[in-house]
Nanobody, 122 residues
C-alpha cells in the first residue's frame, strides 16, 4: 500500500497550490479519502474529506471556500486545490485513506502518505 503526495512548495500569501495523492496497493474506489495537515508545534488536524463515491465532502471551517477536494477513481488520485493561501496554512499536508464510504473520524484512516510541505510566506 502506498500513498504518494506531491504538489507542495513555497508560495506567497494569496497564491494557489494543487496537491495530488496517488494511491496504490488497495481498492481506491472503496475508500474515503482525506487531507490532514500538521504545522510545527501543533497537533495534526483534518482539512478535508471526500467520500468513496465522490458525492460527499467535508471542509474544516478554516479552509472552507478556499480549498476544494476532488478525486479521480480512474487514476487512483485525490486532489486538494488550495486557493487564497494564508501563512497559517503552512504545514505538512498528508493524504489518508479509510475503508469506508464516508467518515470524518481521524481514527478510521488506516493508510497515510509521507506528507508534502506547504509553506506560505506573508
Amino acid at each position: 500500500v502506498q500513498l504518494v503526495e506531491s504538489g507542495g512548495g513555497l508560495v506567497q500569501a494569496g497564491g494557489s497550490l494543487r496537491l495530488s495523492c496517488v494511491a496504490s496497493g488497495f481498492s481506491f474506489d472503496d475508500y474515503a479519502m482525506a487531507w490532514f495537515r500538521q504545522a510545527p508545534g501543533k497537533e495534526r488536524e483534518g482539512v478535508s474529506c471526500i467520500s468513496s463515491t465522490d458525492d460527499s465532502t467535508y471542509y474544516d471551517a478554516s479552509v472552507k471556500g478556499r480549498f476544494t477536494i476532488s478525486r479521480d477513481n480512474a487514476k487512483n488520485t485525490v486532489y486538494l486545490q488550495m486557493n487564497s493561501l494564508k501563512p497559517e496554512d503552512t504545514a505538512v499536508y498528508y493524504c489518508a485513506a479509510a475503508l469506508t464510504p464516508w467518515t470524518e473520524y481521524e481514527g478510521d484512516f488506516e493508510y497515510w502518505g509521507q506528507g508534502t510541505q506547504v509553506t506560505v510566506s506573508s
